[in-house]
């Protein structure tokens, strides 16, 4: 395999996207276009994890066993849209990208809303596969508009802007969930998120204009196109960062579980664990990506392999606290925790999605951060819930609650080989590109 030094240059670039506004974009435009896209990030993962917090009585009224949940809130829900989101992704790099999120956004909240409507598992299955399918081309399409919208020195706190959104949909997700299955049970909590993101689906239509696209020559320029293979730089560089991603995933993966295990072992209700995991997990990730993003702006402008080195420090020094969070005796010592952790780890992403934009051409970004997604969906969101499950049956000791404990100990143990994928990869770069960004 060749090593290619310099990617970027060497890519030969598409024309631009059809339909693109050409209106000069102000600071305060470019802005409201940060927020909305965090806003679609915010209900892409509120309409993700909001089935954590009503699993507990999806299981009852359905006899479902931990194997089936997870199949259910993991593989069965990432497998498909994983797959579709490649294509998604090559038609965001080449199309109008605010079509393609506006799309996805409405067929997923649809399918949210008709996921309360199951009457049986197979139907609820079907219908969070649709949910699946419908995000599968949000994120490949945001970050390609960001890369337009904004230049390399700021992308990582704006990629770290769009994650604080993500986040935080993670505490309105378990925090609303918690409200939800409490107050009108879990049927009408996906009815009535559905209408809701359908609503914000059209907002964003209505506001949001294509960027035109920028890092590359006019079309006049263009020779024969070179592969995607090409335009996605070192290859070995590139997947040492998609399996470090995919692992991320997958140790995180256990966070699905945190609601059941709350409930098993302390005996807590739907809002007490929809409020404490919300600002444990939600909001420490999304002030966690804020400060990464900060970091990004600082350290990575001069250093290609800053990104990598610091997320493998992370990677690792987040087990401590996250698996001391299973065996502490009081919930809330255990939120606490759990708060330290997501709050480290949710600075991850400005550097990873940074390195990610050094890495690969400008016409190539949707798809690079497509096949990523699809690898880390995969295994980390699809395998992850499914594996926890499955060995909190297979290790069940008398209760529930020793197998899940048991399971997510193993899980998380993971981020070991996390931290040395990221490692590895921060040297691979050096070698590489070098460690001054091309200016």
Known sequence: MRTMTKPIEAAVPVSPAPIADNKPVSAAYRTYVLVALAVVGFMCSVDKVVISMFMEPIKKEFLLSDTQLGLMTGLAFSLLGGLVSIPLARMADRGNRKWIIFRSFAVWT???GVSGMATSFMFLLAARIGVGV?????????HSMLGD???RELRGRAYAAHFSGVYLGMLGGMLGGGILVQTVGWRLGFIWLGVAGMVM?????????????????PPSLNGDKASIWAQLGDLRCFFMLVFAFAFVG??????????SYFERAFKMTPMAIGLGLGLGIGLASGIGALVGGQLTVR???GSRTWGARYSAFVSWGVLIPFIGSFYVQEPMIAMGLLFVTFLIAGTLAGPVFGTVQDLVAPQARATAVAIIGVVGVVIGQGMGPLLVGLLSDLLNTGSDVGGL???MTCVAMINLFTGLFFWTL???IGKVYGDAPQP
Do not use: N
């Not at 419908?134 to 945001?142: D, H, L, R, S």
């Open 201 to 217: 689906a059209l907002i964003f239509h209505f506001t949001v204009r294509e960027p035109l696209r920028v890092d590359q020559p």
């Open 405 to 407: 404990r048991l399971s």
């Open 149 to 151: 919208y904004y230049p």
């Open 110 to 112: 649809l399918m949210t």
């Open 134 to 142: 419908g995000e599968a081309g949000c994120v490949p399409a945001t």
């Open 250 to 259: 997958l140790a995180g993966a256990v966070a699905a579980w945190l609601p």
């Open 426 to 428: 921060s040297r691979r």
């Open 299 to 301: 350290y990575a402008k």
